[in-house]
């Protein structure tokens, strides 16, 4: 059937107008065409057609792509309530200058929001935790591995939660220790587990602190003995000469 002539003016000027090529103007019109329920409505079609402009999208492959990778944002929101930042792209771009250890590849081949989603066994991750796991990354400066390491240490020190002064406070922390190694970071945090549960044993072990042993006062060990027993260590502990002596010289007589 013939289409709307306002449909041809519209999508004409994504050439003439943004600069668009003829392909990525069709992909364009046939995903907004689809996604509206067959309208173009005119104000939609020219924002996204700015974008891409903007994007540089020359190629069907790239509009097809860009689509796709909208979607999935679109998904991410619906599912997890935040779109990730850090993507496979983004993460490979931050490993390029770090020797990736295989040893370690759990923590640092994979994004904070894979990581958590695989901690998870699979189940979407929340989006704060996702959003905070980001943080120590972009605002922090810590390596992807090593805030994946800390991430995890905190979810088994606080029995699956994520409090977010609490992690910052352990990010700020090994991030003035200079901790950049993923092998590093999970040292620190092995220690840090250890430490906690021997805290934890010895606060069951004895709940009311420890208990301080005052010496026993002289009188309790001599309130048994006999007025005979006192007198005679009393005359034992007066050196008898020694106060002679001195009452002599207090009298003058050094004789």
């Known amino acids: 059937m013939e289409p709307l002539s306002s449909h041809v003016r519209l999508a004409e000027s994504l050439v003439l107008k943004f600069g668009l090529t003829v392909g990525v103007t069709n992909v364009l019109i046939e ?5 509206k329920s067959g309208q173009l409505p005119k104000k939609y079609v020219e924002v996204i057609a700015n974008d891409w402009r903007n994007k540089q999208i020359q190629t069907v492959e790239q509009a097809k792509n860009n689509i ?3 979607e999935k944002k679109v998904e991410m929101r619906e599912k997890v309530g935040y779109i990730p930042t850090i993507t496979e792209d983004g993460l ?4 390029k200058e770090r020797n990736i250890d295989p040893m370690y590849s759990k923590y640092e081949s994979v994004t904070p929001y894979q990581f958590l989603k695989n901690l998870n066994n699979g189940n979407e991750p ?3 935790h996702v959003r905070l796991a980001e943080s120590l990354v972009h605002r922090f400066d810590l390596p992807v591995g090593v805030a994946n390491v800390l991430i995890e240490y905190v979810l088994e020190v606080n029995d699956g939660k994520l409090p977010t002064k609490f992690t910052e406070t ?3 922390d090994w991030r003035y ?3 950049i190694g993923t092998g590093q970071a999970l040292e620190i945090a092995k220690e840090s587990v250890e430490s906690r549960k021997q805290r934890q044993l ?3 072990l004895n ?3 420890a208990k301080q042993v005052m010496p026993l006062p002289k009188w309790y060990n001599d309130r048994n003995k006999s007025p005979e027993e006192h007198q005679l260590e009393h005359d034992e502990q007066i050196d008898f000469e020694k106060e002679r002596k001195r009452i002599l010289e207090k009298l003058g007589n050094k004789n």
């Open 202 to 204: 010895n606060k069951e």
């Open 31 to 35: 995903y907004v065409y689809s996604l």
């Open 177 to 179: 220790k200079g901790v």
């Open 92 to 95: 490979n771009r931050l490993n």
């Open 68 to 70: 796709e990778n909208q």
């Open 207 to 209: 709940p009311f602190g």
């Open 126 to 128: 929340y989006g704060q």
């Open 170 to 172: 352990i990010a700020a």
